[in-house]
């Protein structure tokens, strides 16, 4: 399957400023978004993937449906979270992959005024 382009930072960026309470900031000195100060993507050190909150049964699912696209490290091996290749994964998956660590942490509030938006 071809991918349209490479997702970058800028590609995070769009899809986070449209989610209530999105704040932009550096997690481990790397660009970041949290939510109620809650960690949400970090761009990882290497500049060219991310570390994405999500629980181990999307992470399962991820990995499973597209590896070329969604891993994880040792590192992540116990904690909440996939990592993923910006050269590699769809806009649609990146859309809701940022979107469901969004609606994990964000609460309802804001998770309403998201949805009265859309």
């Known amino acids: 399957m071809p991918h349209a382009s490479k997702a970058t930072w ?9 989610l209530p309470g999105a ?7 790397t660009a970041a978004f949290h939510v109620r100060r809650k960690f949400l ?7 060219e993937t991310l570390a994405v909150r999500c629980d181990f049964d999307e992470r399962d699912a991820r990995m499973a449906a597209d590896p070329k696209a969604f891993f ?7 904690y909440p979270a996939v990592c993923v290749r910006l050269a590699a994964v769809k806009a649609t998956d990146l859309k809701s992959v940022l979107e469901s660590a969004w609606r994990r942490e964000a ?8 949805d009265g938006k859309d």
């Open 72 to 78: 994880i490290t040792d590192h992540y091996k116990n």
């Open 107 to 114: 609460g309802s509030r804001l998770i309403a005024e998201l």
């Open 10 to 18: 800028d590609s995070v960026r769009r899809v986070m400023q449209r």
């Open 41 to 47: 993507v970090r761009l990882r050190e290497d500049g």
């Open 23 to 29: 704040v932009e900031g550096t997690s481990y000195g």
